[in-house]
Each structure stands twice: as structure tokens, then as C-alpha cells.
């Protein structure tokens, strides 16, 4: 990890947390990194915005997507510190909002059948 | 302590020596671990939320109210499309950005800088609540919509709207009042005499969780 170079083990107290905490306390970074995310995120969120101005389609809902996915990814790792967490934790929580993948998926074909079956109805009842 | 030679090994082993070890898995402080799960189930709901929402609006036989002409703001006379959105997006990065900086300035134990930086978050927070509230006088006095109809199109629009983002005004508006009260004990020195500033970085944990909501709100709500 290049930037845990200053991980300092908080020598001002001699409380039990530094000593659980070693790992976690004390990892710093230069400010710079934070307003460089920063920067990016208002590059993208700029560029997100700008996405309502093209026509609906394939290639704006994949903008639209990829720059969400590019935001989320730089805030979950960068701002919320998850790149530098040990690899039991990134699984714990990353591993698990999988799942959800299923029930879009469900619910995209579910959906589907319910719009069908209404679009049937209605024209029998017509 | 048999951490010491646990979290020396790295990558998947050291994942799997965590997990397996006699000792506890996750070598945070138990508020950051706690946060994070926390903010795992919170992913599942708004998860369901926006998997809801994209139900609706696939089964739905109306028209979708289009969103950038539901959410122009007039200036002059020429609507400029999801305006006060774009403004609220900007806010919302900005106060990830200040929170960022003041978990590292607590780490740094510079108490003015972080409390400074955390009041700053709290109140760009605020803000944002204050330019939702706005839409949603705009929306439910100007334009009539209500979670059972509206003017527009396909009913469900107004339930889903409020629904959402009503959730996330209320993460908001909780959020700043959690920064304001540890903003408030950074600046009496509370966690400089219980010896680490592990809260501000668990209060900034969920401040851009909240953040990281309104992208996903914006891309398929406003955007889609």
C-alpha cells in the first residue's frame, strides 16, 4: 500500500482502541487525492447531466450506466476508504449486494409478463 | 497478540485467516465494521426501492412523465432541463468532498480544520434538503402530483418519486444532524480524550453512503 506509508500508531494515547485499531487508525493520504476525486466526480457528474440531452437509446443509457458505475466505484473506494481495507471486509460487503443481481433479473422478467398479460387485457376488453 | 501474525498475510489467505482465525474477522474498530453493515442492509433497501421502481415502470400500459421536462426549472423563459437536479448532484459531491477532508484532518488530530469541515458537510446537507423541499412544493403545488396520480402520465410516477426520494431526504436530514453532533464533540476535544477520531470517520462512512445513493437515484430516476 503506497500511501499507508505515514500509518502512525497514534502515540498521544495509550488506549486500547489504537492498539485494536492499528490497521485502520492512522492510514493518511494527501488532501490532494481527496480533491482529485472530487474533481472527477464533478467531471462525471457534469458529463452524467449532460447525457439528458442526447436521444433514448442504447448509448445513452450505457453512458448513463457507465458513468454511475465510475462514480460509485471512485466513492466506495477512494472516498470511502475501501481500497486500503483488508480483504475480508471487501468481500463481507461487496460479495453480498450480488444477490440483488437476481432479483432485477426476476423482476425484469416478471415485469415484462405483467406488462404483456395487461397489454392483452386491455385490448380484450376494447 | 495473535492479530499481529494474522494481518500480516495478505490477499486471499489473509482473507481466509481472518474469516477462520481465533480472533475477530475484521481488523477495524467494531463502530466501523458495524457502520458497514449497517450500510449493507440500507444497500438492500434502496436496492428494493429502485428494483420497485423499475417494476412499475416496466408493467406500467402510460405513458412515463418524462423526467427532464418534469424537472426544468424556467430561467427566462426557456426551461432548462433538471436544473435544480444538476445543482443538488453538485451539493451532494461537494459535501463527500468536504467530508473526505475532515476525516483526514481528524486523523491528523487538527480539531478546528475537521469540526470546520464537518459543520461545512452538515450544512451543504442542509442545503440539499432545503432545494428538495422546493421540488416538492413545486411539484405537488404547481404541477398536482400525488403518490395516486398525476397530470402527466402513468400514475405510479408520484409513488415512486415520493417514495425514493423521500427515503433519501430523511438519510439526509439524519445525516446532518449525526455530523452536527460530532462536529460539535471534535470541537470540545471529546475524541481527543477518549484517544481516536474512529467516529468522524464512521459519521463519514454514512455520509457518503448517502452520497452514493443519489447516483444511482440520478442515473435511473432522473436520468433514465
Known amino acids: ?126 | 497478540m495473535s492479530d499481529q501474525s494474522a494481518t500480516a498475510l495478505e490477499g486471499l489467505q489473509g482473507a481466509s485467516a481472518d474469516f477462520a482465525a481465533d480472533k475477530q474477522s475484521f481488523s477495524v474498530p467494531w463502530g466501523k465494521a458495524m457502520m458497514w453493515i449497517f450500510l449493507l442492509s440500507d444497500t438492500f433497501i434502496f436496492s428494493c426501492f429502485l428494483t420497485g421502481y423499475m417494476h412499475v415502470r416496466y408493467t406500467t400500459t402510460e405513458k412515463w412523465p418524462n423526467p427532464s421536462e418534469v424537472f426544468a426549472l424556467d430561467i427566462g423563459n426557456t426551461p432548462v432541463p433538471l436544473l435544480l437536479i444538476a445543482i443538488m448532484t453538485m451539493v451532494l459531491i461537494t459535501s463527500s468532498g468536504t467530508m473526505a477532508m475532515a476525516v483526514n484532518f481528524g486523523y491528523r488530530r487538527d480539531r478546528t480544520k475537521t469540526a470546520l469541515l464537518m459543520f461545512a458537510t452538515a450544512a451543504l446537507g442542509l442545503s440539499f434538503v432545503g432545494m428538495q423541499a422546493f421540488e416538492w412544493t413545486k411539484l405537488i403545488v404547481h404541477e398536482g402530483v400525488r403518490p395516486w396520480g398525476n397530470p402527466m402520465g402513468a400514475p405510479q410516477f408520484g409513488s415512486v418519486f415520493f417514495m425514493i426520494t423521500g427515503f433519501h431526504g430523511l438519510h439526509v436530514s439524519c445525516g446532518v444532524i449525526y455530523l452536527s453532533i460530532v462536529a460539535k464533540r471534535v470541537l470540545t476535544g471529546f475524541y481527543d480524550r477518549k484517544g481516536t477520531y474512529e467516529t468522524v470517520e464512521v459519521a463519514g462512512l454514512y455520509w457518503h453512503f448517502v452520497d452514493l445513493v443519489w447516483v444511482f437515484i440520478f442515473a435511473f430516476f432522473y436520468l433514465w
Open chain 1, 1 to 126: 500500500m503506497a500511501h499507508a506509508s505515514a500509518n502512525q500508531p497514534a502515540s498521544s494515547t495509550g488506549h486500547a482502541p489504537a492498539a485494536v485499531a492499528g490497521h485502520g487508525e492512522g492510514v493518511q493520504h494527501p488532501i490532494r487525492i481527496y480533491l482529485w476525486i472530487w474533481l472527477l466526480l464533478f467531471v462525471f457528474s457534469t458529463a452524467s447531466y449532460f447525457t439528458d440531452f442526447l436521444d433514448k437509446g442504447i448509448f445513452r443509457w450505457a453512458l448513463i450506466v457507465m458513468l454511475m458505475l465510475l462514480k460509485a466505484g471512485f466513492i466506495v473506494a477512494i472516498f470511502m476508504h475501501m481500497a486500503w481495507e483488508r480483504l475480508a471486509l471487501k468481500l463481507a460487503i461487496l460479495i453480498p449486494p450480488l444477490a440483488l443481481l437476481v432479483l432485477i433479473a426476476l423482476m425484469a422478467i416478471e415485469g415484462d409478463y405483467t406488462f404483456v398479460t395487461r397489454l392483452a387485457a386491455f385490448v380484450h376488453v376494447q
